[in-house]
């Protein structure tokens, strides 16, 4: 399944404003998707009535423009995936418990949400939301510090309620 995300805002005024007055400036970027880049095939687990119920509302609030890298489109068997920039930050809602996951071994709190990190990966860094009504897992490429993190806990909190 391809998932494309399009948001189009347009705030307009009273009805006797000049033309350069009639639309709020609402900042932040245009969102546009980097087209030049290929889209990038996400493994996704199969959705789960939790999954179902906490990663849409995140989905929508996710930013379009993460530290400077646009969006880019994923292909996945939910719309419960999203990435940004090349090498890729990928973002995937309601994956299982980290196999690795010992309670309080190898976690961080950033801004409100706990995370397990697993640097298994000589080529990434998987991070794991693991105290959200699901499991939210954020891969890095291995030269990535944890600025993505860092952005998305704050969504995180707004969006899926804390276990």
Not at 24 to 38: I, K, S, Y
């Amino acid at each position: 399944m391809l998932v494309v995300l399009a948001v189009l805002v347009n705030v307009l005024g009273g009805e006797e404003q000049d033309d350069a007055a009639a639309v709020a400036d609402v900042g932040g970027t245009t969102g546009e998707q980097r087209a030049d880049l290929p889209v990038l095939p996400v493994d996704v687990p199969p959705p789960t009535p939790e999954a179902d119920a906490h990663c849409p509302p995140l989905l929508q609030a996710i930013p379009l423009d993460l530290l400077g890298e646009p969006s880019r489109l994923v292909d996945s068997d939910t719309p419960y995936a999203a990435a940004w920039g090349e090498p890729p930050v990928v973002l995937v809602c309601g994956v299982p418990q980290p196999a690795g996951l010992v309670p309080g071994e190898g976690l961080f709190t950033i801004n409100g949400v706990t995370w397990y990190v697993d640097q298994s990966d000589p080529g990434a860094t998987v991070w794991t939301a693991v105290d959200r009504a699901v499991y939210v897992q954020v891969t890095l490429p291995a030269d990535v510090d944890s600025a993505p993190v860092t952005a998305l806990s704050d969504v995180l909190v707004g969006t899926v309620p804390a276990r």
